[in-house]
């Protein structure tokens, strides 16, 4: 058709930095509300996003409630209270301590503070995708090591650090999405095979679930090394955004510089302070989780599935057939309205994850199992 | 004294990239919280952060309080049914609506999407200094215009975007910390007189507490225009960290590129919609603030010192005197266990400003008002 009328240019518009231009204009990350809101229903059992159905200690609910009348007021700055709180707990100093908006906000900061546009970091294929996501959003070049035997290949992690001189290794112990965990010792002789001048961030969001022996001994003096930990896994604190970190002093301080001084909200300051406070809950929690975990591994067994052994709240479950098959398993799971998630990469793909449910939703998982399977189409 | 130990080289450790290493070691802001832990003591008045006293309203406290047992949930974070509700609110399609963790939270990633190191950023000297943080943060360099008859510049500031070619310009309108405004006429003329490239930050923190006819109509058809809003200031919210941004739905978009997708917290979530839908308290809320302003201009006034008019929830009184004189009152009145804050730019710096209180904050201002201008050392 011929073009009658004058081509009119649209105005200039702000221009993106050219680290976020590269970036994709999509939302990563899909929650489940997103999916209920696609299928018109509510998922009946909510398996798949690695949360405490146990919820927050009854003190730490209190409290958080008992906070909301001074909810009018910007939380402390320093999270000075929870930060002592902390340190107390883990036999350090205050300021070995940052608290920051969940491990999914100190990971971006921690991104930013040491990897430059164009540096190396170092993770395992498949992985945690927040950091990937973070390293891409700073422009930093991501260097991906294969699990092995379904666990982070120590070695490799290192020897990868090693080679490209790299600016960050990200390594989760115990590991998500897998379950696998490494023990103290192994992850003790990982962090002496880095370069010190690369900085560690060792991603401990399921360490409470962890057996003893898996967590090295907290040691403050490396200058390379990140702890992080979070209120939203074993503390049933998800939805409330609390994380810290624990390191260095000079390492920690550096969050300073960047960090959104009042971020953290004033309701998880007096939530996590509580919940550090409740040992029984937690211990409740972990007995509950293991339970879980078991009834899940039973599911999977009975139905002539591989549960993999799991240091979390969740259970990886090897299905014994090709990634077509996970991934079919999980939408026919899905049409039953149970929500769980999936390993993407190669190599852990044919897995399905599905993470500690309440009673009645393992109830559910137990009868509707076997015609999920069925109902998966053939190849 | 000799030296016989040789001498031993710390190890390498990780470091900071350039931007970051540019940043000063030091915590950049002072909440009331470590005041009071400096001074060994609470303070009796808290009238220095610009928060309400007056509170959020009951329906949202109540929804907080029954989103808490749901806290162990990652929040939704696509913020669903809250930018639907503001959708609603605005008149406005929900896509051109972006939430995030309170106005400080969007600020910094929208100088991370448009400022690209040595990129350049205008906006008023003594202005908003949480943005001049981010600037510095992303390695952003920040012009600076002055403030003219205690009010941004409109003119100047668009004539320096201009001069300039900056990526952003920056604009609180009412403004922080002077509480003087703008018309929407006005600021309309601003918007038409800065570039269509140059992405112009209007900060609307206040906008509640303002004259009909200060905010212009919302037109997202502007690419280059964001709007920020917040439920830190007239919904009384601002320990739950919830702000949002308005505008043309690319420029909105963006933010999904680098934002923390679950970063902003479920119970905040609840209580923004909640709020959202209690007018009345609203309501309530602008007239108490009203009138516990009128109460500060009078409390000023009776003491020889000069309030300026505003239209925020906080008064900005001009001593009449220097700097010196200004901080020798601001230390005075800390010492009689009342926090307020002032302006630190040359040309603003001879006035304090003093957030809205309850009636027994504000007749204890009253009450010691007279000995803390006495207590202010002679020059």
Same mark, same amino acid.
């Given at each position: 058709m011929p073009q009658t009328n004058p081509r009119v240019d649209p105005l200039p518009r702000p221009r993106l930095a050219p680290i976020a231009a590269a =970036? $994709?204009?999509?939302?990563p990350f899909t929650g489940p509300e997103t999916l209920e809101r696609r299928m018109g229903q509510p998922f009946l059992? @909510? =398996? /798949?996003?690695? +949360?405490? $159905?146990? /919820?927050?200690a009854p003190a730490a609910q209190a409290a958080m409630a008992a906070a909301l009348s001074a909810g009018w007021k910007y939380g402390d700055p320093e999270n000075h209270d929870l930060r002592h709180a902390l340190a107390g707990h883990h036999g350090? +100093? $205050?300021? %070995?301590i940052m608290v920051g908006e969940g491990i999914d906000g100190l990971l971006g900061l921690a991104v930013r503070l040491?990897?430059? $546009?164009g540096a190396i970091l170092v993770t395992s294929l /498949?992985?945690? !995708?927040t950091l990937n996501y973070h390293a891409a959003g700073f422009g930093a070049r991501v260097v991906s090591v294969p699990y092995r035997d379904n666990a982070e290949d120590l070695t490799a992690l290192a020897a990868m650090a090693r080679q490209h001189a790299a600016a960050i290794v990200y390594l989760a112990n115990p590991d998500n999405p897998m379950g696998s965990w490494h023990s103290a010792e192994a992850v003790e002789t990982f962090i002496d095979a880095v370069p010190t001048n690369t900085l560690i961030? &060792?991603? +401990?969001?399921?360490g409470e679930f962890a !057996?003893? /022996?898996?967590l090295p001994a &907290?040691?403050?003096? @490396?200058?390379?090394v990140l702890r992080l930990r979070t209120f939203s896994k074993a503390y049933g604190m998800a939805g409330l955004r609390c994380g810290y970190a624990i390191g260095d002093r000079q390492t920690i301080g550096a969050f300073n510089r960047v @960090?959104? %001084?009042?971020?953290?909200?004033a309701v998880a300051q007096a939530g996590a302070l509580a919940a550090l406070a409740a040992p029984d809950h937690l211990a409740d929690v972990l007995a509950r989780t293991g339970a879980a975990r078991t009834r899940i591994a039973q599911i999977a067994t009975i139905n002539g599935l591989r549960p993999l052994p799991s240091a979390t709240n969740f259970v990886t479950i090897?299905?014994? @057939?090709d990634a077509a098959f996970a991934s079919g398993l999980l939408d026919a799971l899905a049409r039953q309205r149970i929500f769980i998630r999936k390993p993407m990469a190669p190599g852990l793909d044919h897995c399905i994850r599905i993470s500690v449910g309440s009673d009645l939703e393992l109830d559910l998982l137990t009868q509707v199992m076997p015609n999920a399977i069925a109902a998966v189409p053939a190849d």
């Open positions: =970036l $994709p204009d999509t939302v059992a @909510r =398996l /798949g996003a690695n +949360e405490s $159905p146990f /919820g927050a350090v +100093e $205050p300021d %070995h040491y990897a430059a $546009p /498949g992985a945690y !995708p961030l &060792l991603d +401990e969001a399921y !057996p003893q /022996g898996t &907290l040691d403050t003096s @490396r200058a390379n @960090r959104n %001084h009042f971020g953290v909200n090897d299905c014994g @057939r």
